[in-house]
């Protein structure tokens, strides 16, 4: 079972009352603040495993790892807990040299996506911004770790769009590109700036999702709607103490256009700030290889391809140039 589809509703018929986890987010040692559940003999409905408030010692864990559990299950009721629980734990769960790359990656990404959900959910929640702030250190000090972890983070980005997959992808590609452009860049400024690639899009969280998901192409009042986001992203992210100007440039101008033909502003060429490309570019490129109702995703392959043949104009060339280069392997 993928990590991912653990934050899914059951299917199985299992039971709807919990969820599947994997044994190895279970961190040695740590204090749970939600009761674990196993399913004896690999069947039937879970039965309580452990209760929450105990800690988890490592000889439990390794009685487990014996017995060849590598599943163990949650009630739905504490699925914030446990996200919450993955949250504290992540540094912890990236730096274990026993999992597997791929495994850690979809960890961060599915536990990225689900605090991005809340922040949608919830945009001035007192705690977001540190929530965000940490997630992105974690994510940051991942895709430095080496190419691999990129290749592996990149492998993983939903290619169905819902607001918040869109805004961890624009997270990991513009963390990626800034990387790219900007070798020797200083961490911490990467790690600001990843917060805000982010939450770039904060503002949609006014926007209905009938507007966002539309089938058809917007009216001018839907429009006039949409093209309010930027505003009101950097309005909600001024209010929550989260505003500079490297910020401010990321969540303002990420749909302003090289040829002057984005908005809110109308910005031109180098008008607009690097962080403001940087965002655009990835941007556009979520944009191409994520199913919508009025299309299906492209290819990396051929989402650089119209990029490059229909839409160069929209993009500084020489960073067009540096994001390709992030596809090579
Ligand atoms: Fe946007
Ligand atoms: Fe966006």
Redesign the pocket.
Known sequence: MSLTAMFEETQTGLTDRYFPINLSTVRVDSILDFDLYTRVGGGGQPVLFRSRDLPFPADVHQRLVDNGVRQLFVRNDDRRKYRQYLEHNMGDILRDDTLELAEKSEILYSTSTSLMSDMFENPRQPEGIRRCQEMVEHTVDYILSGRQTCQSLISLTSHDYYTYT??VN?CIYSVMLTKVLFPGGDERVLKELGTAFLL??IGKCHVSPDIINKPGPLTPEEWAIMRRHPEEGYQILTELGFMNHDIGVIVMQ?HERYDGNGYPKKLKGEEIHLYGKICCIS?VF?ALTTNRPYRAASSSFDALAIMKKEMIKNFDPDFFAKFVYLFQS
């Open positions: 869109h805004s624009v770039h899009d990420h941007d979520d």
